[in-house]
């Protein structure tokens, strides 16, 4: 079988699919307040066909897909199109992102399609009136009920967490101490510019040593070996049962080991977070192509993978970065 391998040897074995660019809330570092322009439906891949273009990949050697949007839970019948992945045999694993707070009626379902592993819960304060602002939305309840409800599950929680100047980087140490009698990882994320209208002014630039140095202040904490591939390095508080993370998603330090590639809501594929796109998979599909076409296709993009997102920013033919990570895909 014939496998998705760039032409710096790495294989991929994980997709990232956006299922919809709608969201429910407006987080600052995400989109304006007033939101993106969402594309008309019929411009969105159909469930049947991310299923398919899904499928194609797995019969590539992918293992793992991500589904993302905007908020999957927005769209409708999401958890119908979880039931259809979960009947594709080569897939080892169904992750999830989402910002929790449409999902809560739907975990007893979730859990238990078996191939469902993890669930990534979007939460960027632990301060009602300070999320309202960072998501100009007044819905923590309900998401702070999701991430209790999820932690007692038997999915696996982890919380992302965009560390955003001059908002919440006090509240990095109150993360960290979620872990100490909760089994979540808790993921510090660099903030990158992807709010639909480029990067926002910040005080001070929250990189990876900035953050981990934070942790530290406060706790002692020691580095977990972690799976190549990993977006994020990760470490163990002592007497903690949780773990965390940080993700250097603008710094950019994990490029080497990438085995990831996404596809937007509208059928874009992309080989890093950081190019501009560079086929329209929707169109290809609705023009005609077999399995075969898509198989061909996909063997032959990835060989264009750039080696690191500093270097696919800089080949973007649509200059510099300013979508909404809700259209590119969380």
Same mark, same amino acid.
């Given at each position: 079988?014939?496998?998705?391998?760039?032409?710096?040897?790495?294989?991929?074995?994980?997709?990232?699919?956006?299922? +919809?660019?709608?969201? *429910?809330?407006?987080?600052?570092?995400?989109?304006?307040?007033?939101?993106?322009?969402?594309?008309?439906?019929?411009?969105?891949? !159909?469930?049947?066909?991310?299923?398919?273009?899904?499928?194609? &990949? !797995?019969?590539?050697?992918?293992?793992?897909?991500?589904? %993302?949007?905007?908020?999957?839970?927005?769209? /409708?019948?999401?958890?119908?199109?979880?039931?259809? &992945?979960?009947?594709?045999?080569?897939?080892?694993? $169904?992750?999830? +992102? +989402?910002?929790?707070?449409?999902?809560?009626?739907?975990?007893?379902?979730?859990?238990?399609?078996?191939?469902? /592993?993890?669930? *990534?819960?979007?939460?960027?304060?632990?301060?009602?009136?300070?999320?309202?602002?960072? +998501?100009?939305?007044d819905v923590f309840p309900e998401v702070y009920k999701t991430f209790e409800t999820l932690e007692k599950s038997s999915l696996n929680l982890k919380l992302n967490v965009v560390v955003q100047s001059g908002f919440n980087t006090d509240e990095i140490v109150d993360f960290v101490r979620l872990t100490k009698d909760k089994n979540v990882a808790v993921r510090f994320i660099e903030e990158m510019p992807f709010n639909g209208k480029g990067q926002r002014d910040m005080q001070e630039n929250w990189t990876f040593?900035? $953050?981990? *140095?934070? $942790?530290?202040?406060?706790?002692?904490?020691?580095?977990?070996? %972690?799976?190549?591939?990993?977006t994020s390095r990760n470490y163990k508080i002592e007497g903690h049962l949780g773990s965390v993370g940080i993700i250097p998603a603008f710094t950019r330090t994990i490029c080497g080991d990438c085995n990831r590639i996404r596809i937007t809501s509208t059928g874009t594929f992309k080989n890093c977070l950081f190019d501009d796109g560079v086929f329209n998979l929707r169109d290809f599909i609705r023009n005609g192509a077999s399995n075969d076409d898509l198989k061909e296709l996909f063997l032959s993009l990835v060989k264009d993978k750039p080696e690191n997102g500093f270097i696919a920013e800089a080949n973007r033919k649509k200059g510099n970065v300013s979508e909404s990570m809700s259209t590119i895909g969380g």
């Open positions: 079988m014939s496998k998705l391998i760039d032409s710096f040897g790495r294989q991929m074995e994980y997709v990232r699919l956006a299922v +919809t660019d709608r969201c *429910n809330l407006r987080c600052q570092y995400c989109m304006p307040a007033h939101g993106i322009d969402i594309v008309p439906r019929e411009e969105l891949l !159909t469930f049947k066909e991310m299923y398919r273009l899904i499928r194609v &990949l !797995t019969e590539l050697g992918v293992k793992k897909v991500r589904l %993302t949007g905007g908020e999957p839970f927005v769209r /409708k019948d999401f958890v119908g199109f979880l039931e259809m &992945l979960s009947y594709n045999d080569l897939l080892d694993a $169904i992750n999830i +992102t +989402t910002n929790g707070a449409l999902i809560s009626h739907h975990i007893d379902k979730i859990e238990s399609l078996k191939k469902v /592993k993890n669930i *990534n819960l979007s939460i960027d304060s632990l301060q009602r009136d300070k999320f309202a602002k960072i +998501t100009r939305r040593k900035k $953050i981990l *140095n934070e $942790i530290k202040t406060e706790f002692s904490v020691g580095e977990i070996q %972690t799976e190549k591939s990993s």
